[in-house]
């Protein structure tokens, strides 16, 4: 694999001649990775920096994925407007946990190091962090976009969000890093890791970003937390789906980035489809792929429902509350599911429904169909 094909679709590789020269040191590179375990899941956004960091294991470096358990506690403040809300310790230690297996279907798991943050910020004495906080001044912080943004409204910033950036440079420091990836959202934070390690007295690593895969709404980045994101593990029919969703002038960039290809030519539509065709093949292989455009044309397309539909349990109690028997089956808010009955998108046995409470014996072994892919078989408890 080429110089080019390593920073192939990437944003900033710094300095310049930065990774030349590391390439030229004979020896296999450390290219560090940082993950949040805020969530569980990995979402094909993510993906594209966890390719970057595949093709430098296919060229013989090692990859360095290190798992934030420590920072997760601070919060990354990175593009917020307000401090992170932080999660109890048992969430990020699971979440920690699900997010590294499901990297090993892009990373070698043979060809990678997997470190816990924890292991030595956890260790840092108070003279050590002080030490720590004397590598980078007030002023040069508050360069940062998001943190001069909330200075400027007078918008709170907490003194552990400050340290956040300086955290996740002493990584650097720790794993001894060569290289460090991470999408262009993460520049200043990579860019602080250089300045650290510089006062260390440790080679200064060089700093590769790729691209923010824009979400399904077409124009916020992807993320779990706003809801418009595709999971690598999500089911194909979901998968499926959720790419036909997207805006049209989505597509040349979910082409690249989701899937590694150039765009097709021609009407939106079927470069839609063969996208979403790329993308549950690429997770799930060609046989879901098949089943689940099947499924989008009967669902979605034609109207129909799905062969194979769940049952679920109606809540006690007649008539039943629709938008709790509707919370129940598919994971929304009440709130969400009165919005939903209210817009005419809910439906029982192909009916628009648009009463709130409902007798009981109306809804039994019927099926429940909410927006166009959600569908569910009412039953009585056992």
Do not use: C
């Amino acid at each position: 694999m080429s110089l080019e094909s390593l920073i192939r679709n990437a944003v900033d590789v710094l300095p310049a001649g930065g990774l030349e020269a590391k390439l030229k040191l004979g020896r296999p590179l450390r290219v560090k990775l940082g993950i949040d375990p805020t969530g569980p899941d990995i979402h094909i956004g993510f993906a594209v920096v966890l390719e970057k960091l595949a093709a430098f294991q296919s060229e013989g470096h090692t990859a360095v994925l290190i798992v934030g358990d420590y920072t997760a506690r601070i919060g990354d403040p990175s593009g917020r407007t307000k401090e992170r809300p932080v999660l109890a310790d048992d969430v990020l230690d699971r979440n920690a946990k699900l997010f590294a297996a499901q990297a090993f279907k892009i990373l070698d798991r043979d060809r990678t190091e997997i470190r816990f943050n924890s292991e030595w910020l956890g260790k840092l004495s108070y003279a050590e962090v002080v030490r720590l906080t004397r590598t980078m001044t007030v002023a040069r912080l508050l360069e940062r976009d998001d943190f001069a943004k909330r200075f400027g409204m007078r918008e709170p910033i907490s003194l552990s969000e400050l340290l956040y950036p300086l955290m996740q440079a002493y990584d650097s420091v720790a794993v001894e890093a060569d290289v460090e990836l991470g999408g262009t959202d993460q520049l200043y934070n990579l860019l602080a890791g250089r300045d650290v390690m510089e006062q260390y007295g440790i080679p200064a690593q060089v700093v590769l970003t790729t691209p923010l895969l824009v979400g399904t709404d077409g124009s916020e980045k992807m993320s779990k937390s706003r809801g418009n994101y595709v999971g690598i593990d999500d089911p194909p029919e979901e998968q499926f789906g959720k790419t036909m969703s997207i805006p049209d002038g989505a597509l040349p960039q979910w082409w690249r980035l989701a899937a590694d290809a150039e765009p097709l030519e021609g009407e939106p539509m079927a470069s839609k489809l063969a996208l979403a065709r790329e993308i549950v093949t690429r997770w799930h292989g060609p046989g879901a792929a098949t089943g689940a455009e099947a499924h989008f044309t009967r669902v979605v397309r034609e109207g129909g429902a799905p062969d194979d539909i769940p049952e679920t349990v109606l809540p006690v109690g007649d008539p039943v509350h629709l938008p709790a028997a509707l919370a129940a089956a598919f994971g929304l808010s009440t709130s969400e599911a009165r919005r939903l009955i209210s817009q005419g998108g809910v439906k029982l046995d192909g009916e628009v429904v648009s009463g709130l409470d409902h007798a009981r014996g109306q809804l039994v072994g019927k099926t429940i169909q909410a927006g166009k892919r959600r569908f569910a078989r009412f039953r009585e408890p056992v």
